[in-house]
């Protein structure tokens, strides 16, 4: 279990420290401001998780995490403009992030011992506050609250998570499926503009 | 004791869910960007407080707090239109957020032995930083930096409260006038424009 | 040991008290505003390191850092104007603080048993942070994403804090030393407007 979050902690920090680095690139910061906006991006939500349910935070005897978002970085420095092979870059990777970092969110709720619906909130606190943060700190909009579906998508994928857990799904399945449902949800409402249905008259 | 914290927590999500939910509305949010600054605006202040006095998260342990919020945004969500008979209704609702939430703080820290400054502080914190958060987050000017009374109110309110303690007066008395108290500071310096005197010279 | 950090504590409180009042001034908060900026900016940087390593808040137990600030952000509402014999007052009173606070940050990473790299990652962020914290309340772009080198000089200053210790360089020293060099550094970047190497192709 703990291997799994371990590698899911990794891959995790990888893509959001990459989406991280490509913002700041945008908002054309020093090298020094995009290692440190990927560095936010990649360990926020995790890091509010910890603090929340008092946890030891995740990064602090873990060396591993900090030498991964500096390889994130650094890779996306340097390979930015071959990364545009997808037409949006920032929002495949930020996809990535939001579905492996909630799943271990909910997972790490439930090893507290936290109610249902707490774990999927700490699901969502994991996944998508790095990318608050990270919009905060570089004066965006927070992507949460655009159109389209985003915080949603993390919401639907614990409901899946705690359902397959019932249903007695073995690992890493039980993890691997709602991961993939999370991102392919985001990714399918990014790329056909889906969104909520509006709760205002038309102007 | 325990019970009043609890009703006052309760009753201080609601108020300051529906006031999150008003504003996140004014920046047109979607239904779900709704809900988050609605949450957000009701735990903030209360969950920075109970880090920083290394405390269990108050709403973590507990749905009610959770359901709380879910019902004030909906509620607010559905009334929009109908709560206008205030004719500052985030100003209303804010008000006694701040009130209750001041006096909360202020309890929290005398039962972790802290002195009479630093518990004053902590109330300051409790109720005025879930609107800093929100406003951050919305990207709106802190309502606290703005003219009228905001952060003095729930300083003097802690104060009051720590001299209605000193005198004995019995619960849930010492707690209600404080809050009241606060509440009426802060209403009467919206309606009636009072500010404090400015530091620097007129332009 | 423990009083070296605590005379590095409260002058750093001051310093950044004094810096976060400026700041606060320029946007014309009211004396309250000022008050809660100046606080924000003294305190950040070391309460987010304490809440990260679970360690108790620095001023949480300590009203002297309270008075402090309180101290530190009257001295600038009042000598305001005379302040300004310094060409960049702001500049100045943030970079003692940077140098101050890094060195205690990575001196309480050690104490707590963390690696060199965190320790060095902790001593930025508390050297850091308040002034991050303070530019996103008063919507500023953080200084630490201006051109000039900022969070470099506390990385290069944490480095050799470490190497001075590996030396048996004795106390106050160890300290003294890389505080002194980071603040040379900020000051001559700014002074020199010296950056690092621009990763973009001139437009």
Do not use: H
């Amino acid at each position: 279990m703990d291997t799994i979050i371990e590698y899911i902690n990794i891959s995790g920090s990888f893509v959001f420290a990459v989406s991280g680095a490509l913002i700041a690139m945008k908002k054309r910061l020093d090298p020094f401001g995009v290692l440190i906006v990927a560095f936010i991006t990649a360990v926020g939500g995790g890091t509010l998780r910890d603090i929340l349910i008092d946890r030891q935070v995740f990064w602090l005897y873990n060396t591993s995490i900090i030498y991964t978002v500096l390889i994130g970085a650094t890779v996306a420095m340097i390979f930015k403009s071959k990364m545009n092979f997808f037409t949006k870059p920032i929002f495949f990777y930020d996809a990535l992030g939001l579905g492996l970092f909630s799943i271990t969110g909910v997972q790490i709720g439930l090893e507290a011992g936290l109610s249902s619906s707490i774990c999927i909130l700490l699901g969502t606190v994991t996944g998508v506050f790095g990318g608050v943060i990270r919009d905060i700190v570089v004066n965006r909009i927070p992507v949460v609250f655009k159109k389209e579906i985003y915080a949603t998508a993390s919401i639907l994928g614990g409901f899946l998570y705690l359902i397959l857990i019932k249903l007695n799904v073995p690992n890493p399945y039980s993890q691997i499926i709602p991961i993939l449902f999370i991102i392919i949800i985001r990714l399918t409402a990014v790329f056909f503009n889906v969104s909520l249905p509006s709760i205002y008259k038309r102007q």
